[in-house]
C-alpha cells in the first residue's frame, strides 16, 4: 500500500497544486515542493521502519515474497490484469532519484515558468507520479500504461511552457515513444497469448511470465519489440533525434526530469524486462547492443562537440552517457551492471544540474547560443563555479560519480570484449573535449561586451542550495559509492542468475 | 404472431409509434419544442423498450433476430440518437425556420438502423439500410441556406444509390447460387454452391461486401466520407458517424458469422488488402486536413480499417469466437463514444459556421472553455489509443485477436496507422494548449451548462470504460 500511496500522493498533489492557482499564483510551486518532499520523507520514513530493510537478503526474480516490497489487487481479471507493485534495490534507487531530482525540478521551475503555473506543477507532478508507475510497476499492462500515460503531462509541459520550436519537438517526442511503445505492446500481448496457449491463464503478472517456453524466433522477435522501446527511450543512436529537440525546448524543469528521470526509465526497462523475460534472445543479440552503444558513445561526443546551442551540447552528451548505460546492461556481468545502475544515478544529477544551469542562463540572457556568451564567471562568480563543478563530473573526473560509474562499465565490458571496450573509452576523451569547451566559450575566456548592460544576477541562496543537493550526492558517489552498489549487488546477482 | 413475438420487437414498434406521433402532431400545430419532447420521450421509451426486450430474445420472422447482442446495440444507438437530439436543438434552433421534420427524420433514421442491427435476412438488410440511408440524405441537407450540405447531400445520394444497387446485384447472385436470402441459409448453402460455381458465388459476396463497406466507408470505398462530413451539419455528421456506421458493421458481423464467410480464402485476402488500404490511406491523408469533421472522416476511415482486422481473425483455426465478439462489441462502443465527445465540442464550438471548423479555430480552447477542450482531449487520446481511455482498451482487443489469429501484416499496418494517427490527433490538442489572444473566437451559441455537463458526462464514460473495464468485459462476455 506504501507504493500506491507514493502514487497517489503526487497525483492528488497536482490538483491541489492546479487549484491553489486561483488562491495566489505563487501557490503551486510551494505545494508542489510541499507534495514532492512529503512523498520523499514518507518513502524514507516506512523505509527506516521496516525491520528487515537492515539486512537487504538476495531477493529471488522470481519470487515477489523475497522483494522488499510487494503488493497486488486485482483490476481486470478477465484477462489477469492487476495492480502489481513491488520494490527491489534497483527499483528502490530509482524511486529516490526520481523524488529527489523532482525536487530539483520544482526548485528550478520557480522563476523559470510565468503563465499557467498551476497547471504546469500538476504536470510537473502527474509526471513524477507516472515515472514511479513505471519504476514499481511489476504487472506489465500496469508498466505499459504508466509508460505511456507518463508522456501526456511531459507532452503539455514541452508544447505549452516550451522555447521557440515547442510544438515540433513535443510532437516528435510523443510521436517517437509512442510508436515505439506500440511495439512493445505488440509484444507483450503476444508474451501474453504465448503464455496463455502453454499454461490456459490470462496473466500480465512479471513474476508468471518470467520463464515462459517458447521458439527461439518468437523470443528473438518479442525481445525486439521491448528492445526498441526502451532504446528509443533511452536513447540509443540511431533512434535518439528525438531527444535533442526535445531537451531544448522544454523548459528548465522539463529538461530537468526528462534527462534525470524519463531516460532511466528506458535503462530500467533493458534491465528489468529485456534482458530476463527473453535471457537466451537477449544473449545473442548482446553484440548488436553493445555495438549500437558504443556508437552512441562515440557519436554523441562528436555530435556534441559541434554544438553552439548550450542546452543541445548537453543533450548531445547524454546520448553518449547512456551509450554506456547501453554496454553496461549487454556486457551482462556484475562490474558492467553495477556501472550502469551507478551511472543511471549520476548522470541524473549531473544533467539535471547541467541543465538548470542551462535554464538560469537562458533567463538573464535569453538565449542559449555560447557564441553570445563568454567572460560570464566575471558576472556570475558561483553561478561559473557550480557550473565547473557539474562540466568536470559530466567528463569524468576521479572522485565524482560518474567516474566510478564509467569506470565500472569500462572494467566490466573490458572482460566481455576489449575492443569494444577501447571504442568506449574513445567518447571519454571527446568528452573531456565538448565539456571543456562548454565552460570555456560560456563562461571564460574573453568578455563579450554585449553581457555588460544585461543586469546579470548571480546564482542566489534556492539556487545554490539546489546545486549543493546534487553536488553533495555526486561527490558522496564518487567518494563511498558503496552503498549504492550494496543496493543494488543482491539484485544484479539474481537477475545474472537468470541468463545463461 | 403471438405476444411474445410483439414484445421483442417493444423497441422497433417504440420508434415507429414515436414517427408516427410526430407526424400527427405536425398535422396539428406545428411547433418545434413539442416535437423535440415528444422525440426525447419516444426514444426514452425506445431505451425502456429495449430493456424490456431482453426478456423475450428470439428471432422474429425470418427477417428480425432479437438477441441481447442486438438489444445492446439498440440501446447504444438510441442513447447516441439522444445525443444528437441534444445536439441539434442547439444547432437548428437559432435559425427561426420550420425545423421539427428534422426530428421526424431523425426518429426514421434510427428505427432503420434498429432495424439493420436486428436483420437476419437480406431483405431487412436493404430495408433497414435505405430507411436510414433515405432519412439521412434528408438531414444532411437540412440547412436551408448551406451549399455545402446540398452539395454533400446529392455526393451521398447518388453514391448510396451505386452502393446500394451493388448490394441488390450482389443478393441476386447469391440468390442465383444458393437458392436463399436469410445469413444462416446462405450459411449452409454456400460450401455446397461454392464447389458448382465458385466465381459467381463470390461476385455475389464481394458485391455485397462491398456495398456494405460504401456505408462504412472504407478504403476503396471512402471517396464520399470527408464531403459528405464537412458538408453535413455538425450533428447529423456526429450521427453519420455514430449510429449510421455502427449499425452498419453489426449488420456486416452478422452477415459475416451466420454466412460462414470467413470460411472463403480469397475473399478473406481480398478483405485483409481493404482493412490495411483504410488504416495507411485513413490516416495518411487524414494528416494533411485542417477541417476537423475532414479530420475526423479520415479518422473514422481508419478505424473501420482497424475493426476489420477482427472480422478477419474468424478466418484462423486457432481464434476464439467469444474474445473476437467481445472485441467487436467492445471497439465499436468505444469508438461511438469517443465519436459523440468529439462531435458534442465541434458542435458547440464551431456550430454551423464553416470558418469555426478549421482547426486553428480551436486555438488556446484550453483556456477559453477548460472543459470542452478537455473533453475533446480525451476524445482524441481515445481515438489514438493511449492508456486509461476506452479506445486503447479497444485497440488492446484488436491486437490481442490479431495475434492469436497471426496476423502479422494487418498488426504491422495498424501499429504504422496509429503512429501516423498520432500526429494528427495531437495537432488538435497541440492547438488547444496554444495561448490566443481571441478570446472572442468560436463562443457557444446556446446554454452552456448544458453543453458542459453533457462533455462532462462523455469525457467520465471514455475515461471509465478505459480504466475500469471489467464490468463492462462481463457484460459483454454475456451477450
Keep these: 500500500m506504501v507504493m500506491v500511496n507514493l502514487i497517489l500522493i503526487l497525483l492528488v498533489g497536482g490538483v491541489l497544486a492546479l487549484l491553489s492557482e486561483r488562491i495566489n499564483e505563487n501557490m503551486p510551486r510551494k505545494i508542489a515542493l510541499g507534495i514532492v518532499v512529503i512523498d520523499l520523507l514518507y518513502f524514507l520514513n516506512h523505509l527506516l521502519a521496516m525491520p528487515e530493510f537492515n539486512q537487504l537478503q538476495t531477493p529471488l526474480v522470481a519470487d515477489p515474497s523475497t522483494w522488499i516490497m510487494h503488493f497486488k489487487a486485482d483490476w481486470i481479471p478477465a484477462f489477469g490484469i492487476s495492480i502489481e507493485l513491488a520494490l527491489d534495490g534497483i527499483s528502490l534507487l530509482m524511486v529516490l532519484l526520481t523524488l529527489v531530482l523532482g525536487a530539483v525540478a520544482v526548485s528550478a521551475s520557480w522563476t523559470d515558468v510565468i503563465v499557467r503555473r498551476g497547471f504546469f506543477e500538476a504536470n510537473l507532478l502527474w509526471t513524477l507520479a507516472g515515472v514511479l508507475g513505471v519504476f514499481m510497476a511489476l504487472d506489465l499492462f500496469l508498466f505499459f500504461l504508466f509508460w505511456e500515460v507518463m508522456l501526456i503531462p511531459m507532452y503539455f509541459m514541452i508544447a505549452i511552457w516550451g522555447h521557440e520550436n515547442r510544438g515540433y519537438a513535443a510532437m516528435k517526442f510523443f510521436i517517437f515513444t509512442q510508436a515505439s511503445g506500440l511495439l512493445m505492446l505488440v509484444s507483450i500481448l503476444a508474451l501474453v497469448a504465448v503464455n496463455h496457449s502453454a499454461t490456459g491463464q490470462w496473466t500480465f503478472s512479471y513474476f508468471a511470465l518470467l520463464n515462459t517456453p517458447m521458439a527461439e524466433a518468437t523470443s528473438h522477435w518479442l525481445m525486439l519489440g521491448f528492445f526498441v522501446a526502451f532504446v528509443v527511450k533511452l536513447p540509443v543512436f540511431p533512434f535518439h533525434t528525438w531527444l535533442p529537440d526535445a531537451h531544448t525546448q522544454a523548459p528548465t524543469a522539463g529538461s530537468v526530469i526528462l534527462a534525470g528521470i524519463l531516460l532511466k526509465t528506458g535503462a530500467y526497462g533493458l534491465i528489468r524486462y529485456a534482458v530476463p523475460l527473453f535471457p537466451d534472445a537477449a544473449m545473442e543479440f548482446s553484440y548488436v547492443a553493445m555495438a549500437l552503444g558504443a556508437a552512441g558513445v562515440v557519436y554523441g561526443a562528436v555530435v556534441a562537440f559541434a554544438q553552439t546551442d548550450f542546452k543541445r551540447l548537453i543533450a548531445y552528451s547524454s546520448v553518449s552517457h547512456m551509450g554506456f548505460v547501453l554496454l553496461g546492461v549487454y556486457a551482462w556481468n556484475e562490474l558492467a551492471l553495477q556501472g550502469a545502475v551507478m551511472q543511471m544515478v549520476a548522470h541524473g544529477f549531473s544533467t539535471a544540474a547541467l541543465f538548470m544551469i542551462a535554464g538560469s542562463l537562458q533567463e538573464r540572457l535569453h538565449t542559449r547560443d555560447m557564441r553570445e556568451m563568454g567572460g560570464l564567471w566575471h558576472f556570475m562568480p558561483r553561478m561559473g563555479a557550480v557550473a565547473m563543478f557539474f562540466v568536470v563530473a559530466s567528463l569524468g573526473l576521479p572522485g565524482l560519480g560518474n567516474f566510478v560509474a564509467e569506470f565500472l562499465v569500462l572494467l566490466g565490458l573490458f572482460k566481455v570484449d576489449p575492443w569494444m571496450a577501447v571504442i568506449a573509452a574513445l567518447g571519454l576523451i571527446t568528452g573531456a573535449a565538448y565539456s571543456l569547451l562548454l565552460m570555456q566559450r560560456s563562461f571564460q575566456g574573453d568578455l563579450n561586451p554585449k553581457l555588460a548592460d544585461h543586469g546579470l544576477v548571480d546564482f542566489g541562496g534556492r539556487e545554490m542550495l539546489t546545486m549543493a543537493v546534487m553536488m553533495v550526492a555526486l561527490v558522496g558517489l564518487g567518494i563511498y559509492p558503496q552503498p549504492v552498489l550494496d543496493f543494488a549487488e543482491p539484485v544484479l546477482q539474481s537477475l545474472l542468475e537468470t541468463t545463461p | ?479
Excluded at chain 2, 410483439?6 to 409509434?17: F, G
Excluded at chain 2, 494487418?410 to 481571441?438: H, P, W
Aim: proline share 2%; hydrophobic share 55%.
Design chain 2, 1 to 479: 404472431m403471438t405476444v411474445n413475438l410483439l414484445m421483442a420487437l417493444m423497441p422497433i414498434l417504440m420508434l415507429s409509434l414515436t414517427a408516427v406521433v410526430l407526424m400527427v402532431q405536425a398535422s396539428i400545430k406545428r411547433d418545434q419544442l413539442v416535437a423535440w419532447f415528444i422525440t426525447a420521450l419516444g426514444l426514452l421509451l425506445t431505451l425502456w423498450g429495449a430493456g424490456y426486450a431482453r426478456d423475450f430474445t428470439q428471432p422474429v420472422t425470418a427477417l428480425l433476430i432479437v438477441d441481447d447482442w442486438g438489444l445492446f446495440f439498440t440501446t447504444l444507438i438510441v442513447t447516441a440518437a439522444l445525443i444528437t437530439l441534444i445536439l441539434s436543438r442547439d444547432t437548428f434552433s437559432t435559425e427561426g425556420e420550420r425545423k421539427e421534420e428534422f426530428y421526424l427524420l431523425l426518429v426514421l433514421s434510427v428505427l432503420g438502423a434498429v432495424v439493420l442491427i436486428q436483420s437476419s435476412h437480406m431483405v431487412s438488410l436493404l430495408l433497414g439500410m435505405e430507411l436510414m440511408g433515405v432519412a439521412l440524405y434528408a438531414m444532411i441537407a437540412f440547412p436551408e441556406k448551406g451549399q455545402l450540405s446540398l452539395e454533400a447531400a446529392i455526393k451521398y445520394l447518388v453514391l448510396s444509390a451505386c452502393a446500394s444497387a451493388m448490394l441488390l446485384y450482389g443478393f441476386a447472385l447469391l440468390y442465383a447460387t444458393t437458392g436463399d436470402l436469410s445469413y444462416g441459409g446462405i450459411g449452409l448453402k454456400a460450401i455446397l454452391a461454392y464447389q458448382q460455381n465458385p466465381l459467381i458465388l463470390m461476385s455475389g459476396t464481394a458485391m455485397v461486401v462491398a456495398g456494405i463497406g460504401f456505408k462504412l466507408s472504407v478504403v476503396p470505398f471512402h471517396m464520399w466520407t470527408p464531403d459528405v462530413y464537412e458538408g453535413a451539419p455538425t450533428p447529423v455528421t456526429g450521427f453519420l458517424a455514430t449510429i449510421s456506421k455502427g449499425a452498419v458493421f453489426v449488420a456486416l458481423t452478422r452477415f459475416f458469422v451466420e454466412g460462414q464467410l470467413y470460411e472463403y480464402h480469397s475473399l478473406m485476402t481480398a478483405l485483409a488488402a481493404v482493412a490495411i488500404a483504410s488504416m495507411l490511406v485513413g490516416n495518411w491523408l487524414a494528416l494533411k486536413q485542417e477541417n476537423i469533421k475532414r479530420l475526423l472522416a479520415y479518422s473514422s476511415i481508419a478505424h473501420f480499417g482497424y475493426l476489420l482486422v477482427v472480422l478477419i481473425a474468424l478466418a484462423h483455426e486457432s481464434a476464439e469466437a467469444t474474445l473476437i465478439r467481445q472485441a467487436i462489441t467492445f471497439y465499436l462502443t468505444a469508438y461511438i463514444l469517443t465519436t459523440l465527445a468529439a462531435f458534442a465540442v465541434i458542435a458547440c464550438i464551431a456550430g454551423e459556421d464553416e470558418s469555426k471548423n478549421q482547426i486553428a479555430a480551436f486555438d488556446g480552447l484550453f483556456w477559453r472553455r477548460g472543459i470542452q477542450a478537455s473533453s475533446l482531449t480525451v476524445a482524441m487520446l481515445s481515438f489514438a489509443g493511449i492508456p486509461l481511455t476506452a479506445g486503447f482498451f479497444g485497440k488492446f482487443y484488436i491486437i490481442s485477436v490479431g495475434i492469436q489469429s497471426q496476423l502479422w501484416w494487418l498488426l504491422g499496418s495498424l501499429i504504422i496507422g496509429s503512429a501516423i494517427a498520432i500526429y494528427y490527433y495531437l495537432r488538435i490538442v497541440f492547438a488547444m494548449t496554444m495561448s490566443a489572444g481571441t478570446a472572442t473566437k468560436g463562443q457557444c451559441s446556446a446554454s452552456s451548462v448544458a453543453q458542459d455537463v453533457l462533455a462532462i458526462l462523455l469525457l467520465i464514460l471514455v475515461l471509465l470504460l478505459g480504466s475500469w473495464p471489467q464490468p463492462f468485459i462481463e457484460f459483454a462476455g454475456q451477450l
